[in-house]
């Protein structure tokens, strides 16, 4: 069974940081591309960040492109989502997710091309 867990979420004011952690436990997530998305209460889940299995390729959404940043430790089996420069639009769920890749270049975009999901946490920004 794969599980996903994220952390690091919490609540933070205008211009603040906050870095999430994915731990993956069920299977390597050397194979894994891995994604990043949220959702703000009464919207759609909005893609936010993804990241190739080997690290090499990474694609931001619109709303975060140069403010947030998508790593991987592959050893350690977990992704991260480094968000600074918070924004009061920053608020919602947030969602790791996890899919096998097909090579180490592919990253994915799509929540339908996910077949692994976290169970969200919390991050609220303050103005």
């Known amino acids: 069974q794969v599980l996903l867990v994220e952390s690091g979420g919490g609540r933070m004011q205008t211009g603040g940081s906050l870095r999430l952690s994915c731990a993956v436990s069920?299977?390597?997530?050397?194979?894994?591309?891995m994604g990043w998305f949220r959702q703000a209460p009464g919207k759609e889940r909005e893609f936010v960040a993804a990241i190739s299995s080997s690290g090499s390729t990474t694609y931001y959404g619109n709303s975060v492109m140069g403010r947030f940043t998508i790593s991987r430790d592959n050893p350690k089996n977990t992704a991260y989502l480094q968000m600074n420069e918070l924004k009061p639009e920053d608020t919602a769920v947030y969602y790791c997710?996890?899919?096998?890749?097909?090579?180490?270049?592919?990253?994915?975009?799509?929540?339908?091309?996910?077949?692994?999901w976290g169970q969200g946490t919390q991050v609220t920004v303050s103005s």
């Open positions: 069920g299977r390597s997530v050397s194979s894994c591309a």
């Open positions: 997710a996890a899919r096998a890749a097909h090579n180490g270049l592919y990253y994915y975009t799509g929540d339908t091309d996910y077949n692994y």
